[in-house]
């Protein structure tokens, strides 16, 4: 039984900086990969931003320059700090993770999704 269990997120002013978390739990042999999607309302879900477990990053062109992904691979935690955030990084943003429980078992998991909202 694997979990992604997230923490952070909420509201923000304009221009103000957030954080996100998200640990792995259950029987894992790695984590080749982590991810951070945003959902907002009435449009489809979208990567933000992407790390391998060996660093390499990705970023959606959006958020390039102002959000930044790390990793802890040895507490299979995933970070996505969030700087000069604007009212369309509203959103919920979900963690997901493709996690190797097994030899040959491989699986895409998500977390529960939690709430960035940027108002003034």
């Known amino acids: 039984q694997v979990e992604l269990v997230e923490s952070g997120g909420g509201l923000v002013q304009p221009g103000g900086s957030l954080g996100l978390s998200c640990a792995a739990s259950?029987?894992?042999?790695?984590?080749?990969?982590m991810r951070w999607y945003r959902q907002a309302t009435g449009k489809q879900r979208e990567l933000v931003a992407a790390m391998t477990d060996t660093g390499t990053t990705d970023y959606a062109d959006s958020v390039k320059g102002r959000f930044t992904i790390s990793r802890d691979n040895a507490e299979n935690t995933v970070y996505l700090q969030m700087n000069s955030l604007k009212f369309e990084d509203t959103a919920v943003y979900y963690c997901?993770?493709?996690?190797?429980?097994?030899?040959?078992?491989?699986?895409?998991?998500w977390g529960q999704g939690t709430q960035v909202t940027v108002s003034s």
């Open positions: 997901n993770a493709l996690i190797a429980t097994g030899l040959t078992s491989i699986t895409t998991y």
């Open positions: 259950g029987d894992i042999l790695t984590i080749p990969a």
